[in-house]
């Protein structure tokens, strides 16, 4: 074998093992067709679509937005 496949092979075995590594300490999280949406089968199904806080967005700051709006604030009560 020349050098280029040898380099080509160890490259991808570093890349594996790099992968791996930042898999298992929790870096790198990958997901496999399991959807991170708050949809009515997710998380949040218990509550109504108006309480559900948006994808990416922290409870504790969903809970102040929920708060300064008369219509939602009923919606705290799901996050006690």
């Known amino acids: 074998m020349e050098i ?4 080509i092979i160890y490259s991808i075995l570093i890349a594996l093992v790099l992968l791996l590594l930042l ?4 870096i790198v ?3 496999f ?3 991170t949406e ?14 559900r806080p948006p994808s ?3 409870i504790i700051s ?3 937005h929920l ?12 996050f006690n």
């Open 56 to 58: 990416g967005e922290s």
């Open 67 to 78: 708060g300064h709006h008369a219509d939602t604030q009923e919606c705290l009560k799901y």
């Open 33 to 35: 067709g399991k959807s």
């Open 23 to 26: 898999v298992s300490l929790g």
């Open 4 to 7: 280029k496949g040898k380099v």
């Open 62 to 64: 969903w809970k102040e």
């Open 29 to 31: 999280k990958l997901n």
């Open 38 to 51: 708050n949809t009515a089968s997710g998380e949040y199904s218990n509550i109504p679509e108006k309480c």
